[in-house]
């Protein structure tokens, strides 16, 4: 069982960069994956990456990939998501979810999370 915590979100300008930030409670950390998931207003909650409990592989939705970049520190019980080149369809609210499934299969399927955040929110202005 696990709670998560994010931060990090903002306003900038398309182009800009930000760093998320999700910081977990619990003992075995490095035993979940970890994802983040984002949510428009009036939009379900769409995939954006997850990484495995030790950080050797990291899954990204077509939508962010070779813009965004999750990693983990375990020694901190946290969880990076790197956005660089941020664009106006990026806005959303950001959250963080972590799953005790192990398997990679249904990574983006948000029904295989078990704990979700409470999220932070990102803006990016055209």
């Known amino acids: 069982q696990v709670q998560t915590h994010e931060s990090g979100g903002g306003v900038v300008q398309a182009g800009g960069s930000l760093r998320l930030s999700c910081a977990a409670s619990?003992?075995?950390?490095?035993?979940?994956?970890m994802g983040w998931f984002r949510q428009a207003p009036g939009q379900e909650r769409e995939f954006v990456a997850a990484?495995?409990?030790?950080?050797?592989?990291?899954y990204y939705a077509d939508s962010v990939k070779g813009r965004f970049t999750i990693s983990r520190d375990n020694a901190k019980n946290t969880v990076y998501l790197q956005m660089n080149s941020l664009k106006p369809e990026d806005t959303a609210v950001y959250v963080c979810?972590?799953?005790?499934?192990?398997?990679?299969?249904?990574?983006?399927?948000?029904?295989?999370?078990?704990?979700w955040g409470q999220g932070t929110q990102v803006t990016v202005s055209s």
């Open positions: 619990g003992q075995t950390f490095s035993d979940y994956i």
């Open positions: 979810a972590a799953r005790t499934i192990t398997v990679v299969a249904g990574i983006d399927d948000k029904k295989m999370y078990d704990f």
């Open positions: 990484i495995s409990g030790s950080g050797d592989s990291a």
